[in-house]
């Protein structure tokens, strides 16, 4: 099985996020970078599948330099080589723009399987995999929790609200990883050791031929709404202070 | 030149989603700055006589579109008789609901249209045909202003934060021809949650626990509390990774981001990734037996004390109240 695993490099879930001055986005500072979280259960699916059926695992990657440490996270977890996307044109790059270098990269590369996280969780878009399955003409199946390759399809579980669905396409296709899919490994010494000499191919946006501009633009990042002051509910015993609460709710909030 | 504002209807087993309302009276709202029409795209099996409930939340014209291939919900199908309908009409801008459904919709509509696309909107404002759409990223960590600069403008919009008002227009039906070709995915088994209870996403109330719950037992409290809230129990990504419940309850920056009237948070100290995944609920409140816990600084109402005296406590008073 030729198997593809998208994977972005993000600030940590514990990561401050703070704001620039000028609101032309974030203060990149102190922030830790780690694999995207839905990433890595997708370059895991990737590495069951291939384990259970012989096969390649490609990382690729769209990111600055410092992504190629997420690229060696994969490999170190088992993939067996990297394509990093690295181009000072395309650190703003929007979904449309991600997606479009991602096809140019796998449309060359043999795939039965493309993995993508469901969402990075930097800018929660969750339009990358659906816009690489348009582009490269495959069927989608997004936010996948259960997986099974039959030989010639999968077969997968997809949660919708207040039901989950069992689908059925045919390969290649596209699959974006949902937690809940599998418990994602980690890196072995020997794992690591490995990566570093694994092949990985570094290209631009002219090699591959893609328009760099951007559809969806952030034009202002700002802070979130301020909160005002909360209130602490004051009482002698626990059932005062659900009193007064349950009274807060009804009179001043108006929510129950 | 692109004019109007187009929503896609989301509807399951002929019934209109919830989304679909808000979508239309924020669609009205847009519309009615600039003297626009509303349109919108309902896609199913005999889905043609919910056109009327468009209507009366604002929408001028449906283009209805029915094959028993679009129902249940393929992507591929709806996608290419979504794009075929936009292209045809080429409104200003287009507007999804960020449910799982047009999420999945709406970026593969907005590849095959090549245009930009802004998933789940808290807010969105149109000055002089130019769309502005406010989201939360970083999990509502920070919130970024998107413009989109290729055409038709593309947003989704977040469940449960626009209002659904009614404003009757004609909600006028336009048939379109449908050829849906042979589909790569099919839908094998529809498992419905029996257990009755709304989606996290789509909850006015959520009662959510974490780690002070000390074990799945724990939660039978806020089930309790939820059931008379008319609401849905959550928890934090401690309770979920320590298997007190399943994945699809976890409220967090890698769970479910909500945004209910009302959140009860019970026993959850506020790590910032569950504070992410929350903050954007209308009213916050915190019960914990540490002062010190993060969430009470994002806490409308904090009652600080044991939960497990507190909680049965607020259910009795609330079910007083509520009657």
Known sequence: MNIIACVKQVPDTEAQIKVKADGSGIEEGQIKWVMNPYDEYGVEEALRLKEKNGGDVTVVCVGQARAMETIRTALAMGADKGVHVSDPALDNADAYVTASALAAVIKDLPHDIIFCGQRAIDDDSGQVGAMLAELLGLPQLTLVTKLEYTGSSVKVIRPIEGAQLSIETALPCVVTAQKGLNEPRYASLPGIMKAKKKPVDVKDAAALGIATEVKAKVAKTVPPPARPPGKIICGDEPEQKADELARLLREEAKVI | ?323
């Not at chain 2, 700055?33 to 509303?38: F, H, I």
């Not at chain 2, 209805?64 to 200003?92: R, W």
């Not at chain 2, 919009?157 to 449908?178: I, Q, S």
């Not at chain 2, 050829?179 to 529809?190: G, H, N, P, T």
């Open chain 2, 1 to 323: 030149m692109a004019k109007g504002i187009m929503i896609v209807a989301e509807q399951r087993e002929g019934a209109l989603r919830k989304i679909s309302l808000e979508l239309a009276s924020t669609a009205r709202k847009l519309a009615d700055a600039g003297g626009d029409e509303v349109s919108a795209i309902l896609l199913g099996s005999g889905v043609e006589s919910l056109a009327a409930e468009l209507g009366k939340y604002g929408v001028d014209k449906v283009f209805v579109g029915e094959d028993a291939a679009l129902e249940p919900y393929v992507t591929e199908a709806h996608a290419e008789v979504t794009a075929k309908i936009i292209k045809e009409n080429d409104p200003a801008a287009v507007l999804f609901g960020a449910s799982v459904q047009g999420k999945d919709l709406s970026a593969r509509v907005a590849a095959k249209l090549a245009t930009g696309l802004a998933t789940d909107c808290t807010d969105v404002k149109i000055d002089g045909g130019k769309l502005t759409c406010t989201r939360p990223m970083y999990a509502g960590k920070c919130f970024g202003e998107v413009e989109i600069s290729a055409s038709p403008q593309m947003a989704s919009l977040r469940p449960n934060v626009f209002p659904a008002v009614e404003n009757a227009k004609a909600g006028a039906v336009t048939k379109v021809d449908v050829k849906v070709e042979a589909q790569k995915s099919k839908v094998l088994e529809v498992q419905k949650d029996t257990s009755g209870k709304v989606d996290l996403t789509e909850a006015n109330a959520i009662v959510s626990g974490g780690r002070g719950l000390k074990g799945p037992e724990g939660f039978a409290i806020l089930e309790e509390l939820a059931a008379v809230l008319g609401g849905t129990v959550g928890a934090s990504r401690a309770a979920v990774d320590a298997g007190w419940r399943e994945q699809k309850d976890q409220v967090g920056q890698t769970g479910k981001v909500v945004s209910p009237n009302l959140y009860v948070a019970c026993g959850i100290s506020g790590a910032i990734q569950h504070l992410a995944g929350m903050s954007s609920s209308k009213y916050i409140v915190a019960i914990n037996k540490d002062e010190e816990a993060p969430i009470f600084a994002k806490a409308d109402y904090g009652v600080v004390d044991d939960l497990f005296k507190v909680v049965p406590a607020l259910t009795g008073a609330c079910k007083k109240l509520i009657g």
